[in-house]
């Protein structure tokens, strides 16, 4: 079995649990991750509670190769993720002079309030990550890498964390799909998983007006065994007398 | 203070975690939760994997009032929930003559084949949540709700739930925006949230086409302190020379 190196990603934010707002981050992450051979391997989604994320960031360090946190750097009162993550690795929160300079160059000296050099406080021994949209920066501790909660922002300080991160074998995947039910399916699903070392296969099944059937995936971080799965796979479907396509599902 | 009814909710599917598929039932959970006055207090996000899957539920219900997972139950190899929770809750997994009656009447009798069969294997004790739109039942074992992944399954299932669970104080939510930045406003922020008791203020930036601002949501499970805490706000931002506006932010 190839090794896989995996990640964590934490979800600070009141406004997701409550349905307020969709999540963006997730999914751009996740892409993001497999691009460079990283396997995003837990979510959690937690409210703007201090224990709470110590304990979150906690549990998944040890856990995971990297853990992402995104959402709760800002000014205001709610954002106290830098502070717990701090205190998650027992280090003090000091004003870090880097971080105060970069506001101070993007706002100018006199407009550095009491509340926007709150964004300057960082855990101490932490290395600042790039925020070309607003300046205030993000931090790495660790295998911590701690960012904002909007998107666009997210996504800048994203673009400094590429060169800190390695990624494993890329994840190779392949897309059929059969317009009946998954259920007919099943059992030549398990035969051809099993056969290849890393192979999984997930069956997914859609509905759209009126017409319904599976999208099968299959994902290897071995290129041939995702192709000799595909041939293997499309061959037992052939011999049931069914039809597949190649490519996305319709949904 | 007044308590909170809590509940957890665990996503299970690969197909989210690679980024291949967007999850389109935290947020529907979330608001549908938010109705009947309970609180979605964290979300996970896991691989179709069993040993994953068994200590997520089991670190979840008893740390929440409600447990529901989405994902995992149909008649593929890689459809692994509902036994992982009967493990998790140390039940036998058996078929049940309930559920295989329901895929009975939905696909005929000479239909049911061995993978279907499966959808109707459940853990001892535990009741079905009915599916009026596939027939495959979901259920409930204790505090934890097992449902489907598809979202329009999902939906359908809620239906069934509703008259289970009981909500505490429904929360009650009122925004005001700025166009300015949040970090002018963060002290005045932090004074509100303080003087009252169930008060939460969170404040969202926003970035749109040249102009930003932040949205100022004020949430309690006592109206009165919603609105009381709304005049207050508003003074103050009025006092320091701002504008507010009523309702949600232009993002």
Redesign the interface.
């Known amino acids: 079995m190839v090794n896989k190196i995996k990640a964590a990603l934490i979800i600070i934010g ?10 963006a981050n ?3 992450i ?2 993001w991750l ?1 691009d460079l051979g990283i ?10 509670d201090g224990v ?1 994320i110590q304990n979150a960031v906690n549990e998944c360090r040890p856990s995971f190769d990297y853990v992402f946190t995104t959402g709760g750097i ?6 106290i993720t830098a502070k717990n993550v701090a205190k998650a690795f027992d280090v003090p929160f000091l004003l870090n002079e880097e971080a105060k300079q970069l506001l101070e160059d993007n706002m100018g000296k006199g407009n550095l ?4 050099l ?2 300057a406080m960082i855990p101490e021994g932490a290395s600042l990550i790039k925020n070309p ?2 300046a205030a920066p993000g931090f790495q501790i660790g295998n911590v890498f701690v960012m904002a909660g ?1 998107p ?1 922002v997210m996504q800048s300080m994203l673009l400094d964390i590429e060169d800190r991160i390695s990624g494993g074998a890329k ?1 190779i ?1 392949k897309t059929i799909h059969v317009f009946e ?7 030549i ?2 035969e051809v ?1 099993e056969h290849f070392e890393n192979l ?8 759209k007006a009126g017409s319904y059937g599976a999208t099968f ?1 299959l ?1 290897s971080v071995i290129l041939t065994e995702v192709d000799d799965a595909l041939v293997m796979l499309g061959e037992k479907i052939i011999n049931r007398g069914s039809e597949f396509f190649a490519g996305e599902a319709v949904l």
């Open positions: 009141d406004e997701i649990l409550s349905g307020r707002t969709h999540d997730l999914n751009y996740a892409l497999g396997v995003l391997d837990e979510v959690r989604v937690i409210p703007d709470r800002g000014p205001t009162h709610d954002d309030t009491e509340a926007r709150r964004m949209v607003s909007i666009i994840i995947t039910g998954e259920s007919y399916f099943a059992d699903l398990s998983e999984t296969i997930g069956s997914y099944p859609f509905y995936v994902r």
